[in-house]
């Protein structure tokens, strides 16, 4: 009797066929990855040394002040800003923070510039939607895992392959919700601006872009929780910051170290997702 094996033949060689394409693509590309990788990663090691070296005290008045105005004047963002930031300061977490911060900052400047510029070409065109969308599916389902090994092997190790593996699992959400936000916008007011005779980039500034906004904003929301959620990945890679101290303590089966680590990223994941949603308040 004829084996499934036998019949069906050979294993198709997908890893090989990867494998020699991403050696190919190290060695015809170092002229790109290189520079990225040291002077781009000196810039956000530099960036964050900076954050680091200025007086806790100084930077926690300035996010309290933002919560405050940003929250409408309400107190309790603040408050929570204040009590949290100083709590990981009394933690002697504070450095950590600074470049867990950098990490995400970085990583979701990056999502946003590119992800709202596709989403805008998927808005205007059905051929890039439908050449977009899988990519997009293909990016949001694969393990976050995978995406250290590619980031390792074109950047090394550190914060740059860190916020290149955030950067792949955070955009899929802003370059969708940007394409969902200027299709919902009313057919009756892109015909008023039409008939108004408003150029392309008019419309697309004055009219759809504003009316997309609640939206758009809503997709860079989750853009930055979810480069957020790549900081413990990230430390595995060498990226510093809190998500180390998380890795450390799991590798030592410290479970207190850990708690007060992880206690530090949920503290700054609520505190950036709260002043994301407030700026999209109207």
């Known amino acids: 009797m004829t084996s499934f094996q036998e019949f069906f033949g050979d294993t198709i060689p997908v890893a090989e066929w990867v494998d020699t394409a991403v050696e190919k693509i190290t060695d ?6 290189d520079p990225i990788k040291n002077d781009f990663g000196d810039f956000i090691e530099g960036f964050a040394d900076l954050l680091a070296g200025v007086p806790a005290i100084i ?3 300035i996010m309290v002040v933002i919560a405050f105005f940003i929250s409408g004047k309400r107190i309790a963002l603040p408050i929570f800003t204040l009590l949290g930031l100083l709590f990981i300061y009394n933690q002697q977490l504070w450095e950590q ?4 911060f950098t990490l995400v900052l970085v990583s979701s400047a990056i999502s946003v510039i590119v992800g709202i510029p596709v989403g805008i070409l998927m808005s205007k065109s059905s051929i890039a939607e439908a050449i977009i ?3 997009l599916d293909f990016m949001q389902t694969m393990p976050a895992f995978v995406y250290l090994i590619p980031a390792v092997v074109f950047f090394g190790i550190g914060m740059v392959p860190g916020v290149f593996a955030s950067f792949i699992f955070a955009t899929p959400p802003v370059v969708r919700f940007t394409n969902l936000g200027i299709r919902q916008v009313s057919n009756e007011l892109v015909e008023a601006s039409d008939a108004f005779g408003a150029t392309g980039n008019q419309k697309l500034f004055k009219v759809e ?4 906004k609640t939206t758009i904003m809503a997709g860079v929301n989750q853009t930055v929780m979810l480069s957020l959620s790549m900081v413990v990945i990230a430390s595995m890679i060498g990226a510093p910051g809190l998500g180390r101290d ?3 303590a799991l590798q030592r089966s410290e479970a207190g170290a ?7 990223i949920v503290i700054l994941a609520i505190i950036i997702d709260r002043i994301t949603q407030n700026l999209n308040k109207d």
């Open 97 to 100: 923070l600074m470049f867990t």
């Open 59 to 61: 930077i926690i008045a």
């Open 133 to 135: 969308k899988p990519v």
């Open 209 to 212: 872009l504003p009316m997309a």
């Open 258 to 264: 850990g708690f007060v680590a992880g206690l530090g």
């Open 28 to 33: 015809t590309f170092s002229w790109f990855f």
């Open 246 to 248: 998380v890795l450390s």
